[in-house]
């Protein structure tokens, strides 16, 4: 009996309080598909679906989507995850050539400024790319930035570009008609 009452004192100085856990509200946003200069935004119809004019015969050509990812209305501290995912893709064929490549230097000897050819990057194997960035992380008052890069030949097809919060649980989808 002695042995039980310190037992006793030990379970009833404990108290259970309530840990109360902040919420947070979430905004995400995608605030705009940007031209290739970056200075404005894609044309937008009535539905709020943009449109993009591809360049037949070019490979990919880069464009930004940027948008914004508040909590509480604040920047984000640590930065949130955005991922993104895309409906196309296009096939880099096993020899096909990536890049060419220059190399610039002052010439040692001469002093010239000088620029040569190196090279070309060759592909050894089939690639499936994707036309967006995957992942992208909030910055600076929470934007966002990631890039999209269409070929020439999805010239008619309507792009799905979806962007997935974890922590919010928060899905967007940004269509682009490529024409």
Not at 23 to 34: C, G, M, R
Not at 88 to 104: P, Q, R
Request: include cysteine; charged fraction near 20%; charge should be positive.
């Amino acid at each position: 009996m002695k042995k039980l009452i310190p037992l006793l004192f030990l379970f009833t100085a404990c108290s259970k309080t309530n840990i109360v856990v902040p919420t947070k509200d979430y905004t995400f946003s995608i605030d705009s598909v940007l031209t290739q200069t970056g200075k404005s935004s894609l044309p937008k119809d009535a539905n709020g679906i943009y449109h993009l004019k591809l360049v037949t015969g070019l490979n990919q050509q880069p464009h930004r989507i940027t948008g914004r990812i508040l909590i509480n209305g604040k920047e984000p501290i640590p930065a949130e995850k955005i991922e993104f995912e895309s409906n196309l893709s296009w096939w880099l064929k096993e020899g096909d050539t990536v890049a060419y490549i220059t190399k610039a230097y002052i010439n040692y000897f001469t002093g010239l400024y000088t620029i040569i050819k190196l090279p070309p990057l060759i592909t050894s194997k089939d690639e499936m790319v994707g036309t967006v960035n995957t992942a992208s992380y909030s910055g600076t008052k929470g934007e966002l930035n990631t890039i999209i890069a269409p070929i020439g030949t999805m010239k008619g097809d309507t792009m799905i570009i979806k962007a997935f919060n974890y922590n919010s649980k928060k899905t967007i989808y940004t269509k682009i008609i490529l024409e």
